[in-house]
Nanobody, 122 residues
């Protein structure tokens, strides 16, 4: 299996910045893509940004131009640089790993971390 641990959340003023990190361990060779999701109280979880092993990225419209996702496959880590933060960015941010079934047919389809809280004050 794959274990994901997030870090870097905290309290920041609007216009400020934070850098989130995700460390993956276990069967990391099974990972085909990783991403960040967030969930605010009373709202559904939504994709923030993702990156495949080949470097293809996807961003939510609300964060384009402000957030940047990066991965270091050799070190099994992923980061999310969040700049120009807004109060609406306040949420619990979750690390996600997508598994390639062809590579690891016995693994789960995806794995999740327990989340890190980001609070942006106005």
């Amino acid at each position: 299996q794959v274990v994901l641990v997030e870090s870097g959340g905290g309290l920041v003023q609007a216009g400020g910045f934070l850098r989130l990190s995700c460390a993956a361990s276990g069967d990391t060779r099974c990972i085909s893509a990783m991403g960040w999701y967030r969930q605010a109280p009373g709202k559904e979880r939504e994709l923030v940004a993702s990156m495949t092993n080949g470097g293809t990225t996807e961003y939510a419209a609300q964060v384009k131009g402000r957030f940047t996702i990066s991965r270091d496959n050799a070190k099994d880590t992923m980061a999310l640089q969040m700049n120009s933060l807004k109060p609406e960015d306040t949420a619990t941010y979750y690390c996600n790993a997508d598994i390639a079934v062809a590579t690891c047919p016995w693994a789960r389809a995806d794995y999740w971390g327990y989340g890190t809280l980001v609070t942006v004050s106005s």
